[in-house]
């Protein structure tokens, strides 16, 4: 059966999308790889035409072996416009350090979130605990969403909407204990 | 031809119902709908986590044994299990403290087996929406015209945006990601967190299986393509969005 793979990625590539396997941490205090925002260091994709498909070999992939998705550079998000995120109330005092949330039970294990505060903005969160054991890294940075993907949501368009599951509710759970500890 | 929506409040969230008939009446669908608030209150009764009473509590205390249970608890355990091995324990109901619990798969499960009963009560078109992970059948019928339920995928950051449109005539599609219950929690700069993916989209026609895809996804984001490799997921695609580029990354025959 023929098989396609697309990847579209924004204007931000090469940032080490894979994640790293590796054992839960928490005293993990190895600085992020991935360039913030205005970093002069932060690669920019080479834009192409436009997103492309590549055909996957047409016999199934036998079990076990990975189907790795190859990346393509679309074009630039031209007019792709910074969302407004909305603000978490500003910490009245400079806060710096690291906190750890509770610990949740998720519907597919348990998620507990720690984060890092210097001069009261959080600048690295992970996962102490994921389900699979996991350990995780984020960082921040604007996310241009797939602008050139965008469409507007106008009923006449769709008959439903998926896209509602629940699954990072212990994130959000966890890592606002963590804030509240941040006293942020 | 009929066409009547439906709300049903149940599982801790909403399940939407959007159904189209050319043969029954609005009375038929409502008769049927009675018959789905049956089914699903008692999926909650047999499966809640939340509820002490329900089988699933009882396995979880280790009062009973698995073949003690009805036939769908038993069914949804072997499914869980088969699911857990395609996605190499990515999607672990079994590892979860407490014990097991199938929430992540009982959803599409059970709507898939709502429509089922729809269907066979004589309703063409069926939408079952359990708070984002959806069985559809037959397509749908607007104003006039037969075609695919058109089904958006929105936006983690932004309920209002719709990333892209899937066209579904008969199957499901299931989404997870950094959504939203509640209250959002954003840093200044980023938005939201998640674990190895921001959204992560799964089609094909086993509604138990494409919401556990999608939940297993979250956690194994681009590790996790390789899984739709495998024989017994040739029907099956995903559409990821990417944590950290805002990209996304897709595979199988329904992304192109």
């Given at each position: 059966?023929k098989?396609?793979?697309?990847?579209?990625?924004?204007?931000?590539?090469?940032?080490?999308?894979?994640?790293?396997?590796?054992?839960?941490?928490?005293?993990?205090?190895?600085?992020?790889?991935?360039?913030?925002?205005?970093?002069?260091?932060?690669?920019?994709?080479?834009?192409?035409?436009?997103?492309?498909?590549?055909?996957?070999?047409?016999?199934?992939?036998?079990?076990?072996?990975?189907?790795?998705?190859?990346t393509?550079?679309?074009?630039?998000?031209?007019?792709?416009?910074?969302?407004?995120?909305v603000?978490?109330?500003?910490?009245?005092?400079?806060?710096?350090g690291?906190?750890?949330?509770d610990?949740?039970?998720?519907?597919?294990?348990f998620?507990?979130?720690?984060?890092?505060?210097?001069?009261?903005?959080?600048?690295?969160?992970?996962?102490?605990?994921?389900?699979?054991?996991?350990?995780?890294?984020?960082?921040?940075?604007?996310?241009?969403?797939?602008?050139?993907?965008?469409?507007?949501?106008?009923?006449?368009?769709?008959?439903?909407?998926?896209?509602?599951?629940?699954?990072?509710?212990?994130?959000?759970?966890?890592?606002?204990?963590?804030?509240?500890?941040?006293?942020? | 031809?009929?066409?009547?929506?439906?709300?049903?409040?149940?599982?801790?969230?909403?399940?939407?119902?959007?159904?189209?008939?050319?043969?029954?009446?609005?009375?038929?669908?409502?008769?049927?709908?009675?018959?789905?608030?049956?089914?699903?209150?008692?999926?909650?009764?047999?499966?809640?986590?939340?509820?002490?009473?329900?089988?699933?509590?009882?396995?979880?205390?280790?009062?009973?044994?698995?073949?003690?249970?009805?036939?769908?608890?038993?069914?949804?355990?072997?499914?869980?299990?088969?699911?857990?091995?395609l996605?190499?324990g990515?999607?672990?109901?079994?590892?979860?403290?407490?014990?097991?619990?199938?929430?992540?798969?009982?959803?599409?499960?059970?709507?898939?087996?709502?429509?089922?009963?729809?269907?066979?009560?004589?309703?063409?078109?069926?939408?079952?929406?359990?708070?984002?992970?959806?069985?559809?059948?037959?397509?749908?019928?607007?104003?006039?015209?037969?075609?695919?339920?058109?089904?958006g995928?929105?936006?983690?950051?932004?309920?209002?945006?719709?990333?892209?449109?899937?066209?579904?005539?008969?199957?499901?599609?299931?989404?997870?990601?950094?959504?939203?219950?509640?209250?959002?929690?954003?840093?200044?700069?980023?938005?939201?967190?998640?674990?190895?993916?921001?959204?992560?989209?799964?089609?094909?026609?086993?509604?138990?299986?494409?919401?556990?895809?999608?939940?297993?996804?979250?956690?194994?984001?681009?590790?996790?393509?390789?899984?739709?490799?495998?024989?017994?997921?040739a029907?099956?695609?995903?559409?990821?969005?990417?944590?950290h580029s805002?990209?996304?990354?897709?595979?199988?025959s329904?992304i192109?």
């Amino acid at each position: 059966m023929k098989r396609a793979i697309l990847i579209a990625t924004g204007t931000v590539g090469g940032l080490g999308a894979v994640l790293a396997i590796t054992p839960p941490t928490f005293t993990s205090t190895e600085s992020s790889s991935m360039a913030l925002p205005g970093s002069s260091a932060a690669p920019v994709a080479t834009p192409s035409a436009a997103s492309s498909v590549a055909a996957a070999p047409t016999t199934p992939a036998k079990s076990g072996s990975t189907t790795k998705p190859t990346t393509v550079k679309p074009a630039a998000t031209a007019g792709a416009q910074t969302q407004a995120p909305v603000v978490a109330a500003p910490a009245t005092k400079a806060v710096s350090g690291t906190f750890t949330g509770d610990s949740v039970d998720v519907r597919y294990g348990f998620v507990q979130v720690k984060i890092t505060v210097e001069n009261g903005k959080i600048t690295d969160a992970q996962a102490v605990t994921a389900p699979s054991g996991r350990n995780d890294r984020w960082t921040q940075m604007s996310v241009p969403v797939l602008r050139q993907r965008t469409l507007a949501a106008q009923s006449a368009n769709i008959s439903g909407v998926s896209g509602a599951s629940f699954t990072s509710y212990g994130w959000y759970t966890s890592l606002a204990s963590a804030l509240a500890k941040a006293g942020m | 031809m009929v066409r009547k929506r439906y709300e049903i409040h149940v599982w801790g969230t909403v399940l939407f119902l959007d159904l189209g008939s050319s043969k029954l009446g609005e009375a038929a669908i409502d008769a049927a709908v009675e018959g789905v608030k049956k089914f699903v209150y008692g999926v909650d009764e047999d499966f809640s986590t939340y509820k002490d009473g329900s089988f699933v509590s009882r396995l979880r205390r280790g009062e009973i044994a698995i073949e003690q249970c009805p036939a769908d608890v038993q069914e949804v355990w072997h499914l869980c299990a088969a699911a857990r091995d395609l996605t190499g324990g990515a999607f672990d109901p079994w590892a979860v403290a407490g014990g097991f619990d199938p929430s992540g798969y009982v959803k599409g499960w059970a709507a898939d087996r709502v429509a089922l009963s729809l269907v066979e009560a004589g309703c063409e078109n069926v939408q079952v929406n359990a708070a984002g992970d959806l069985t559809l059948r037959g397509g749908v019928v607007e104003k006039g015209v037969a075609g695919p339920w058109k089904i958006g995928v929105v936006n983690p950051d932004n309920r209002q945006e719709v990333l892209r449109i899937f066209e579904i005539h008969d199957g499901a599609i299931a989404t997870s990601g950094t959504y939203e219950r509640g209250a959002h929690i954003f840093d200044p700069h980023s938005g939201t967190i998640a674990i190895g993916a921001k959204s992560a989209t799964v089609l094909g026609p086993d509604g138990g299986l494409t919401d556990a895809l999608a939940t297993a996804l979250m956690v194994a984001g681009e590790d996790g393509a390789g899984w739709f490799g495998r024989p017994e997921l040739a029907e099956y695609s995903a559409w990821v969005i990417d944590r950290h580029s805002g990209g996304a990354w897709g595979v199988g025959s329904a992304i192109s």
